[in-house]
Nanobody
Framework: QVQLVESGGGLVQPGGSLRLSCAAS????????MGWYRQAPGKQRELVAA???????NYPDSVKGRFTISRDNAKNTVYLQMNSLKPEDTAVYYC???????????????WGQGTQVTVSS
């Protein structure tokens, strides 16, 4: 069974930092793009950061300069370093990976279960 497991969420004060991790496990053939999305109550899920297998990154303006995505291909893990956090960053953060798994040898999107990030004083 292939799964993505996130960790690192929690409660932080405005201006603080958090680092999220997401590890892919199981019978994986190859991982292409990886990314982080978030969903706040009553809002649509939105992209926070994305990274290609070659290390190219993409951020929306709302987090550019504050968030940094990175990945360790040897560990099938993607990270999200979040600095200068704001209350509007409060959301459930989801890991996403575009992968080919050995079970079917087809590229598909996979999602983690989500981790809560709350920014509040």
């Amino acid at each position: 069974q292939v799964q993505l497991v996130e960790s690192g969420g929690g409660l932080v004060q405005p201006g603080g930092s958090l680092r999220l991790s997401c590890a892919a496990s199981g019978r994986i053939f190859s991982i292409y793009g990886m990314g982080w999305y978030r969903q706040a109550p009553g809002k649509q899920r939105e992209l926070v950061a994305a990274i290609t297998s070659g290390g190219d990154t993409n951020y929306p303006d709302s987090v550019k300069g504050r968030f940094t995505i990175s990945r360790d291909n040897a560990k099938n893990t993607v990270y999200l370093q979040m600095n200068s956090l704001k209350p509007e960053d409060t959301a459930v953060y989801y890991c996403n990976a575009h992968m080919v798994v050995i079970a079917n040898m087809r590229p598909n999107n996979y999602w983690g279960q989500g981790t809560q990030v709350t920014v509040s004083s």
